[in-house]
């Protein structure tokens, strides 16, 4: 029914950037970046007017959203070894329900 696609993964040099994206194939409420395993990274409401994220990536990683083009966005800066996983975009179907439409997940990669 719903499908979530990401794509912008790759190699990086450690404190470089990468801009990984979503789109989303039906509407969706709050939308949120998850990295192996199920570790949460970033969330942003509806009307992008808020946004949450989680500890290890406050300060560098930025989660936007496109309502128009119905795609969500995560801005990936300085990025560290540590960073490195398969990122997945998740999101709810009902506002009030759980996470229950993921993508497949793209890979980020992180060189020291």
């Known amino acids: 029914q719903v499908h979530l696609v990401e794509s912008g993964g790759g190699l990086v040099q450690a404190g470089g950037s990468l801009r990984l994206s979503c789109v989303a194939s039906g509407r969706t409420f709050r939308l949120a970046w998850f990295r192996e395993e199920r570790r949460f990274v970033a969330a942003i409401n509806w009307s992008?007017?808020?946004?949450t994220y989680g500890d290890a990536v406050k300060g560098r990683f930025t989660i936007s959203r496109d309502g128009a083009k119905n795609m969500v966005y995560l801005q990936m800066n300085s990025l560290k070894p540590e960073d490195t996983a398969v990122y997945y975009c998740?999101?709810?179907?009902?506002?009030?329900?759980?996470?229950?439409?993921w993508g497949q997940g793209t890979q980020v990669t992180v060189s020291s």
């Open positions: 998740a999101a709810k179907s009902a506002p009030a329900g759980p996470y229950d439409l």
């Open positions: 992008g007017g808020s946004t």
